[in-house]
């Protein structure tokens, strides 16, 4: 009967380490980078709160097969090189409150990253070719970022359950149409009044703009490039 306990006890203690794993803390410490000298089996890394600009590939490459959510919000990255992340099982990275200006490039993880957290960056624009491969994702936070157009989520990513684009200046068109067309099974998180362009569609509620009023707004890039660059006549 003793015995049997401790063996259980064994049992849950590894199940434990194994389900956790280690966890990293690293907070609000003034980090420029990321530091080198991390325990190989690390499987959380947080380092919010720091003034880190730039992830290098040798930061996380692999090192560490464990690592499965790295959190660097309130940072101030730019840049994240290509092909970062190799090695690890990323599953969800948060990277809020950042200076970032394009979408990460998370190819290297793209069989187990499920949560990517952007919200408050200075990203421009976001390809289909760069989320289409992203076949697990579940949840994408986008709000609070400088884009104009979005890649059809709900065509690339059939897992997706909670899509965050509020405070982003839409231009609604025939290209839009898929958010029209959400499953019910998606949490759509999306401002009353999205459509920045046309101008027009400002002040109008999203549920008053119809499918078939963005099937006739064809124009795409023509009507934004002359919006832009028409002079104000008052
Ligand atoms: C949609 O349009 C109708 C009719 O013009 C209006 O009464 C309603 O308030 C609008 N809905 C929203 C949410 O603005």
């Given at each position: 009967m003793k015995s049997q306990h401790l063996l259980w006890l064994l049992i849950c203690s590894l199940n434990f380490e194994k389900s956790f794993?280690?966890?990293?803390?690293?907070?609000?410490?003034?980090?420029?980078?990321?530091?080198?000298?991390?325990?190989?089996?690390?499987?959380?890394?947080?380092a919010s709160g720091n003034l880190i600009s730039i992830i290098h590939k040798s930061d996380f490459n692999d090192i560490y097969p464990n690592l499965n959510f790295i959190e660097l919000s309130d940072n101030a990255i730019v840049i994240?090189?290509?092909?970062?992340?190799?090695?690890?099982?990323?599953?969800?990275?948060?990277?809020?409150?950042?200076?970032l200006t394009a979408f990460p490039d998370l190819s290297e993880v793209k069989d187990t990253i499920e949560i990517i957290k952007l919200q408050n960056n200075k990203i421009t624009q976001i390809s289909k070719e760069e989320i289409a491969p992203l076949s697990k994702v579940t949840i994408i936070k986008l709000s609070d970022?400088?884009?104009?157009?979005?890649?059809?989520?709900?065509?690339f990513l059939a897992f997706l359950t909670d899509l965050y684009i509020r405070d982003i200046d839409l231009k609604c068109d025939s290209s839009t149409i898929w958010l029209k067309r959400i499953p019910d099974t998606l949490n759509l998180r999306l401002d009353n009044e999205p459509c920045s362009y046309p101008a027009e569609w400002?002040?109008?509620?999203?549920?008053?703009?119809?499918?078939?009023?963005?099937?006739?707004?064809?124009?795409?890039?023509?009507?934004?490039v002359e919006y832009l660059c028409t002079p104000q006549t008052s």
């Open positions: 794993g280690l966890r990293v803390n690293v907070k609000n410490v003034g980090l420029t980078s990321v530091p080198s000298v991390i325990d190989p089996t690390v499987s959380t890394f947080l994240i090189e290509s092909g970062c992340f190799r090695g690890t099982v990323l599953r969800q990275i948060e990277l809020q409150r950042n200076q970022n400088p884009l104009v157009q979005l890649p059809e989520f709900t065509r400002r002040s109008i509620a999203w549920v008053n703009i119809t499918e078939d009023a963005l099937l006739q707004q064809t124009i795409g890039e023509i009507f934004l």
